[in-house]
C-alpha cells in the first residue's frame, strides 16, 4: 500500500509573551498576561492521515487553524530549502501578543 500523507510530528518549541506591545496597545487592566497556559514548552502531538481533518487532543483550536496548511505541506512531501532539515519548518500562532512557536517534522517511516 502506497502512503499518500506522511505523519508530522508537532513540538511547542517556546510560547512567549511581548510585554513592549502589551504595554504600547493593550488595556491596562490586560497588562499581566503571561505566555499562553494551554501549551507547554516541549510538549509533541502527532498529526497522522487519518486524523489530518482535525486538531490533536489537547491542541490549540486556533493555533491549529494557524499552522495547518504548513503541516499538510509537509505531510503531502513538501520540502522547507531553507531549514536545516528540509523535512521540518518552524511555525507560529497568529497570537502575536502571545506567541508560540512549533516545529513541524515530517515523520518518514521506511516501507517493508
Same mark, same amino acid.
Given at each position: 500500500?502506497?502512503? +499518500?500523507?506522511?505523519?508530522?510530528? +508537532? ?16 488595556? =491596562? ?14 510538549? =509533541?502531538?502527532?498529526?497522522?492521515? =487519518?486524523? #489530518?481533518?482535525? #486538531? ?28 536545516? #532539515? =528540509?523535512? #521540518?519548518? +518552524? ?12 516545529? +513541524? ?8
Amino acid at each position: 500500500m502506497v502512503k +499518500i500523507m506522511f505523519d508530522c510530528k +508537532i513540538t511547542v518549541v517556546k510560547r512567549t509573551v511581548n510585554h513592549d506591545l502589551i504595554k504600547k496597545y493593550v488595556k =491596562e487592566k490586560y497588562h499581566a498576561i503571561k505566555s499562553c497556559e494551554r501549551l507547554k514548552d516541549g510538549q =509533541e502531538f502527532m498529526v497522522t492521515e =487519518e486524523t #489530518s481533518y482535525k #486538531s490533536p487532543e489537547g491542541f490549540c483550536e486556533w493555533a491549529w487553524a494557524d499552522i495547518r496548511h504548513d503541516i499538510l505541506a509537509l505531510a503531502y512531501g513538501g520540502t522547507i530549502p531553507h531549514m536545516a #532539515s =528540509e523535512n #521540518s519548518n +518552524i511555525v507560529g500562532c497568529t497570537d502575536w501578543i502571545r506567541p508560540v512557536y512549533f516545529k +513541524i517534522e515530517r515523520v518518514e517511516q521506511n516501507e517493508e
